[in-house]
C-alpha cells in the first residue's frame, strides 16, 4: 500500500537546509500554516511555494528534535477555540523570511468556529526527517506559546526526577565553624556559626562585586558571652539594614546573644542584603522581659547607658530622627529622651527604671502638654493618724513606711514638690500628712531596648 500522507522538504527548504549545513549557520523556521487543498486532499510536491488552499498562519507553538529521534524535527502549532470554520488537509512550514520550507498533507478534519456552537482548541504536528537537526534553529514569539498537556506533563516529570528542583530556594553551600577573626571568601558560602567565647570576633564579609556575583550567607553566633561579635563589609561596601536612617547602609553589623543570626545576601555590586534575621523588631522599641537574662537578637537596656555613636551609628541616627533628643545637661525630666551625651563622639539611651510608660496624649487633651520622653511627676496620697478619720480615710501610725499602704516614698524632696508642708486638721491636735506618691498594683518586669 502507498504511503498517503507525508511530509517532505520544498526545494527551497532543501537548498536553505543544505546551506546552513555546509556553513555551519541555522535555518530559522518560525511559522506554519494549514489549508483545506480547495476541497481535495492535495499530494505535496517539492516544487510548492505556497499551500494550495491556504486557511490559516501563525508562529509555532514548539520547534524541537524528536527525543525518540534526533534525526526528525517536530513542529507544533496551536488553533485557538475562536478560529475555524474549514477543513484541514494540508500544513506547510515557513522560515523567518517568509519561504515555503516543508509541505504535508493531513487525515482532513472540520475545524469548527466557537460562533458555530463548537469548538476546540487543534493541536497539530509536522514531523520532518532532516540530515542535521543542528542546523535547524528554533525561533517563535514566547508570547503565543501554550503548553500541551503532554509537554507539561514532561516537565513535570524532569522536575519531579531532578535532585534539587528548587535551587532558588535553598541555602547554598557549606556549614563552616569559626572562632577567629576571618576574612570570608566565596568558599564560606552557606551556614557560618561563629564563637566569641575567646574574645571580640571580627568576620569580614567577602568583596562584593561582580565577580564575586549573588551568594548566601547566614551568619550565626553561638557563644552568649559579653564578647563583641562584629560583622563588616569589605572595602566600600555596605550591608543595607536600617536603610529608613541611612540609604546607603552600614558598615557593620553586630551578632548580639547565642543564636542571634542573619542571612545576608550579595547583590554583586556593593550590597549585601538582610534576606531574614532572627528578630526584626523595630529598632528603639522598648519592651519588657520575663527574664533577667537579655535575651538574643539586639536587645540591650534602657537605663541612659552611654554609648559611642561610632560603634552604634545606626542607634545614632535613629536617636537623632526620633524627635525624643536633648542634650545631657537637660536631661532631669526627659529621662525617657536620647541625649546627646558629651555633645561630639556619644549619646545615652533612654532610662525608663522604675517608670511606669503612658503614651503620648498627642493633643487628645488628657494630658495635654507632654512631651514625648518626658517624666511626669505621681500624685501624692493624703493620710491620718489612727486617732482621726476625717482627711484621707487612710489610717496609719504616724511615720511608719508609706508601702504599708500602697504608695511610694516621695524622692526629690522640695525640688520635685516644693509646695508640700503638713496642715493641722482642723478640730483635731492631729496633723494631716501628706506622706507618699501613688501607683497601681503592678509587677516589675525587667525593661530592654532594641538596638539593631
Known sequence: MSQTYFAILTAV???????ATALGTQLQISRMAVGDGNGNLPTPNRSQTALVGEQYRADLNTLQVDPLN???IIAELVIPETEGGYWLREMGLYDAAGDLIAVSNCPPSYKPQLAEGSGRTQVLR?????????????????SVVLATRAYADSLITVHQAAADPHKQYKLRGAFTSLSANTLLTAAHEGVIVLDA???DRTLTLPLNDAAFGIRDLLIRRADNTGNRAKVQASGADKIKFHTHLNAAGYAFLYLMGAGDWWHLRSDGAGGWWPVARRDDSPLGRVSFEASTAIQPGGYGLPHGVIFVRA??????????????????AGRAGFEGCWTRGDGATTGRTPDVRGQFLRSLDADLGVDASRVAGSVQK????????????????VHFTL????????????????????????????????????????????IAYPGRIKLI
Open 13 to 19: 527548504g532543501e537548498a536553505k537546509l543544505a546551506n
Open 70 to 72: 534526533t534525526s526528525q
Open 126 to 142: 509536522m514531523v520532518l526527517i532532516v540530515s542535521s537537526t543542528a542546523a535547524v534553529q528554533l525561533k517563535i514569539d514566547p
Open 197 to 199: 567565647t575567646a574574645g
Open 311 to 328: 560603634d552604634w551609628p545606626w542607634v545614632w541616627d535613629h536617636a537623632q530622627t526620633s524627635g525624643m533628643l536633648v542634650d545631657d
Open 378 to 393: 505621681g500624685t501624692l496620697v493624703a493620710a491620718d493618724d489612727v486617732n482621726y478619720d476625717g482627711v484621707g480615710g
Open 399 to 442: 511615720g511608719s513606711d508609706p508601702a504599708s499602704f500602697g504608695a511610694d516614698a516621695i524622692t526629690g524632696g522640695a525640688t520635685k514638690y516644693p509646695n508640700v508642708a503638713p496642715a493641722q486638721v482642723a478640730g483635731n491636735s492631729s496633723w494631716g500628712v501628706i506622706h507618699g506618691v501613688a501607683r497601681p498594683t503592678n
